[in-house]
Every structure is written in structure tokens, then in C-alpha cells.
T-cell receptor
């Protein structure tokens, strides 16, 4: 039972362009969503989050959009930089974020010059 | 540096053996989570401890067990190891502040079962 799905295993984007990573969820109890970035041989690091009471949250080059009716969220990176090349995990939790995080399988982003 | 420390970083062992993975959370964090990442897969939640008490269990095998000690460090014990247990095991801790659901992850322990 995969409650959080990232259907694109990989994405390739040119430097300077927009990267859009997508995530779908099935559990309507989820009310807090996060994106993590992971480089090889390192642990995942927190990138940005959004509560279900919002539909957008922005932090510098990173913006997360939440569409509750579609149970879909996306991460936009503008402009994309080579250093953004990593695996991006979408995660969700219920009850305001204090419960366990459920992760998607990840999307490997490659930003090329 | 997340502040979460995991040891060992790498471990190679044989089927049927038992190993212990150790995690020290960030200073002051009471919650410890354990996750398993098998090859090219997402992070699978195993177990959550809060201040020494088990709070939630995920898809953790009966051969696996964990505990959190009074000093808040945690250990994940894996026994009767099988080839399929080869994976990255991550520990994460969470702050007790009201405004964050963010987890801070360690660098992981890579277990190889031969």
C-alpha cells in the first residue's frame, strides 16, 4: 500500500530552466507535506514543507504547491542549478507533522549545463 | 551536519548473523525514528521511539527490534540476517518544538549481508 507516490524515477533539466517534481498521495488524513533532498552517501536533508491549510509555500528558488482536491503536490525549482542534482523525496504525515513521515520512492534530478 | 550520529557507517556480515546499529539523536531531541532504504527504493518506516517509549511501528520484521535508552540514544538490532536485509538504515530525530514536523537524518548505516 503505497500512500505516497512519485511516479517519475528520474528527471533531466537544463541549467537555468525550471525543474518540476511531482508527488501524489492517497491518504486523506495527511495534513503536512515535506520535500527532502538526498546526495549520495549522505542522509536526506529537509528542503521545504507545506501544511494542508496552505496551497503554496516558497523559499528562495524552491516552491511547493499543494492541490488537496487532487491529492497532489509539486516542487518547483527555479532556476535549476547543477548543485541541485540529487534524489528528491516527497514525504507526508498526519496530525500536524508529529506522526511518522511516509516517503515516496524518490525522483532523481539531473541538472546539466 | 544534521547533528544525528549513526554508527557504524558500513557493516558487512553473513547470513544468520546479528548486528546492532546505533543512533545518537540531536541534542535535546526526544524522538528517534528508524527507516530502511533498500536499493533504489524509498525510505520505509520501521519504528518510532519517544523518550524511551515505543510510539509507532511500521513494517518492521519480527527479527528486528529496537530500543531507546535513558540517555536517548537508540539501537536497532537485526538478527537472523538474510540477503534481503542488505540496505541503508537511517536514524532520524525530531525536535519537540511546536512548529516543525521536520526530521533530521543521520548519514545512515550501510548493511551488506553476504
Amino acid at each position: 500500500d503505497q500512500q505516497v507516490k512519485q511516479n517519475s524515477p528520474s528527471l533531466s533539466v537544463q541549467e537555468g530552466r525550471i525543474s518540476i517534481l511531482n508527488c501524489d498521495y492517497t491518504n486523506s488524513m495527511f495534513d503536512y507535506f515535506l520535500w527532502y533532498k538526498k546526495y549520495p552517501a549522505e542522509g536526506p536533508t529537509f528542503l521545504i514543507s507545506i501544511s494542508s491549510i496552505k496551497d503554496k509555500n516558497e523559499d528562495g528558488r524552491f516552491t511547493v504547491f499543494l492541490n488537496k482536491s487532487a491529492k497532489h503536490l509539486s516542487l518547483h525549482i527555479v532556476p535549476s542549478q547543477p548543485g541541485d542534482s540529487a534524489v528528491y523525496f516527497c514525504a507526508a504525515s498526519a496530525s500536524g507533522g508529529y506522526n511518522k513521515l511516509i516517503f515516496g520512492a524518490g525522483t532523481r534530478l539531473a541538472v546539466h549545463p | 551536519d544534521s547533528g544525528v550520529t549513526q554508527t557504524p557507517k558500513h557493516l558487512i556480515t553473513a547470513t544468520g548473523q546479528r548486528v546492532t546499529l546505533r543512533c545518537s539523536p540531536r541534542s535535546g531531541d526526544l524522538s528517534v525514528y528508524w527507516y530502511q532504504q533498500s536499493l533504489d527504493q524509498g525510505l520505509q518506516f520501521l519504528i518510532h521511539y519517544y523518550n524511551g517509549e515505543e510510539r509507532a511501528k511500521g513494517n518492521i520484521l519480527e527479527r528486528f527490534s529496537a530500543q531507546q535508552f535513558p540517555d536517548l540514544h537508540s539501537e536497532l538490532n537485526l538478527s537472523s540476517l538474510e540477503l534481503g536485509d542488505s540496505a541503508l538504515y537511517f536514524c532520524a530525530s525530531r525536535g519537540s518544538g511546536a512548529n516543525t514536523g521536520e526530521l533530521f537524518f543521520g548519514e545512515g548505516s550501510r548493511l551488506t549481508v553476504l
